[in-house]
């Protein structure tokens, strides 16, 4: 099992858009936002072009391409449109999520196991394209074993369970069911990421699990801005990140 000290961190800018989109001004600039962004740390760039386009558009996805200096993943439906448009824009890497236009966000995780068809087609489209496809997906092992079966490399489990029980023993029964998931993915040889609903409380339980590779955050760092400023923010949250993995590491030494 892997016991990495790193873990990324993928900085999702959707809600600098959406800001922007509230007024349909030219402010505030998600590109502006990506590049302090990496100034910051983060290890890669986070967009989602939504069906309804509510906050990223094209023209961001298309400058963000030029300018980054890390890499960009590129969250998506799986619709013929955004197959043709990523085929256009060559990410670095792609996440396929569900997407119905009238939730606030993604909801749940993809249906890998009542969809596999399509989703193998989709994942072997697209992987000729870019590095990486990952399918953000529920802890579940059918749905894990699933992707793995359509021949996606990385999945992104959906922590947004985990982020909205309070009860103590709701929020360890999640957490067990997302160490479970971890394992489970490490043993179908899946690079396992993950995110969703994540904020300066409650992701030091997440980042002391082992074997995660990122931690995708969006919505928490940009509401954070506002008081600290986006680099403050971001700095913030890795330095958590990274001290909870430093005492994973202190913790796993002693044990020897
Ligand atoms: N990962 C995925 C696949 C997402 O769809 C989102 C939300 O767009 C996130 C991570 C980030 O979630 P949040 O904005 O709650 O941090």
């Given at each position: 099992?892997a016991?990495s000290n790193?873990i ?7 809600h600098?858009?959406?800001i922007r ?14 590049l302090d962004?990496?100034?910051?740390g983060?290890d890669?760039i986070?967009?989602?072009?939504r069906?309804d386009r509510r906050h ?11 300018v980054l200096?890390?890499r960009?993943?590129f969250?998506m439906?799986?619709?013929e ?6 085929e256009?824009i060559?990410?670095a890497h792609?996440c396929?999520?569900?997407e119905?236009r009238k939730?606030?966000t ?18 072997a ?16 092992e059918?749905q894990?074993v ?13 922590t947004?369970?985990?982020?909205n ?6 929020v360890?029964?999640e957490l067990?069911r ?7 993915g490490?043993?179908?040889g899946?690079?396992?990421n993950a995110?969703h609903?994540l904020?300066?409380q ?5 980042a002391?699990?082992n074997?995660?590779?990122?931690l ?7 509401a954070?801005a506002?008081?600290?400023?986006l680099?403050?923010?971001i ?9 909870c993995?430093?005492?994973h590491?202190?913790?796993?030494v002693q044990k020897?």
């Amino acid at each position: 099992m892997a016991t990495s000290n790193r873990i990324l961190l993928g900085v999702n800018i959707d809600h600098v858009a959406t800001i922007r989109q509230a007024r349909g001004t030219r402010y505030p600039d998600p590109i502006k936002a990506a590049l302090d962004a990496e100034e910051a740390g983060a290890d890669g760039i986070t967009v989602h072009l939504r069906e309804d386009r509510r906050h990223i558009q094209e023209r961001d996805v298309l400058l963000l391409k030029d300018v980054l200096q890390t890499r960009m993943n590129f969250e998506m439906g799986v619709t013929e449109e955004m197959m043709v448009f990523a085929e256009r824009i060559r990410p670095a890497h792609i996440c396929l999520v569900p997407e119905t236009r009238k939730e606030l966000t993604s909801e749940g995780g993809l249906d890998v196991v009542n969809n596999e068809a399509r989703i193998k087609a989709a994942v072997a489209r697209l992987l000729r394209i870019c590095s990486e496809v990952s399918l953000f997906i529920d802890a579940d092992e059918c749905q894990i074993v699933a992707a793995s079966r359509v021949g996606a490399p990385a999945i992104e489990l959906h922590t947004g369970r985990y982020a909205n029980v309070t009860a103590p023993i709701k929020v360890l029964d999640e957490l067990q069911r997302l160490i479970a998931g971890v394992n489970c993915g490490l043993n179908q040889g899946l690079i396992v990421n993950a995110g969703h609903g994540l904020n300066y409380q409650n992701v030091e339980d997440i980042a002391m699990i082992n074997g995660i590779n990122e931690l995708n955050i969006g919505h928490a760092l940009v509401a954070h801005a506002l008081s600290v400023g986006l680099k403050n923010a971001i700095v913030e949250m890795k330095t958590l990140i990274l001290a909870c993995r430093l005492r994973h590491a202190i913790t796993y030494v002693q044990k020897f």
